[in-house]
Nanobody, 115 residues
Framework: QVQLVESGGGLVQPGGSLRLSCAANGINFGFYNMVWYRQAPGKQRELVASFTNVGRTNYADSVKGRFTISRDNAKRTVNLRMNSLKPEDTAVYYC?????????WGQGTQDTVSS
């Protein structure tokens, strides 16, 4: 059974930091592109950061320089370090795995940036 389990969300003040983690079970992790998406209330889901199976990273313009994606193939985890958080970063963050013709989503974790 495939599971993507996110953790690390929560409430933080503007300027603060959060670290999200996604643990993947049931997939051959090293073959998958791993992506963090987010969806704010009333908005479409958007790509935040990606880390491909060949080591390439990509970031949305809105998070460049503030967010860092990393992955550990041995532990089958992908992480998102979020610094200098802004209220507009408030959203549900989803972990996504794509590869070998398959796609999987995590259940999402709520991040709220508010004073």
């Amino acid at each position: 059974q495939v599971q993507l389990v996110e953790s690390g969300g929560g409430l933080v003040q503007p300027g603060g930091s959060l670290r999200l983690s996604c643990a993947a079970n049931g997939i051959n992790f090293g073959f998958y592109n791993m992506v963090w998406y987010r969806q704010a209330p009333g908005k479409q889901r958007e790509l935040v950061a990606s880390f491909t199976n060949v080591g390439r990273t990509n970031y949305a313009d809105s998070v460049k320089g503030r967010f860092t994606i990393s992955r550990d193939n041995a532990k089958r985890t992908v992480n998102l370090r979020m610094n200098s958080l802004k209220p507009e970063d408030t959203a549900v963050y989803y972990c996504f795995a794509g590869g070998l013709g398959r796609e999987y989503w995590g259940q999402g974790t709520q991040d709220t940036v508010s004073s």
